[in-house]
């Protein structure tokens, strides 16, 4: 739902003016990416063998860990990727 919702939103972003369309994705392209760095960051350090994940203790589930996988990171990676290349205008 979340997906739709941000890709609808993108959506009617394209019917903008010129002007209003810049400053629109001149906001969102830096909090996304913010966020993005922090998910995929997350996923790669708190993974099973990372860095920072847990070791010996019994496993209790918490909310986060069905964010530390390779899928999450993967699309993290990769949509890091492209809103950086918005960003510096290497499209």
């Not at 019917?15 to 790669?44: C, H, I, K, N």
């Amino acid at each position: 739902m979340l997906f739709a919702f941000l890709g609808l939103t993108d959506l009617t972003a394209l019917s903008l003016s010129d002007e209003v369309a810049e400053s629109y994705w001149g906001t969102q392209t830096p909090v996304r990416l913010v966020f993005l760095f922090a998910l995929t960051g997350y996923a790669y350090t708190f993974k099973e063998d990372g860095m920072f994940a847990r070791k010996g203790a019994a496993y209790v589930h918490n909310v986060g860990d069905d964010l530390k996988n390779s899928m999450v990171f993967t699309w993290g990676f990769l949509e890091l990727v492209a809103w950086f290349w918005v960003r510096t205008g290497c499209y």
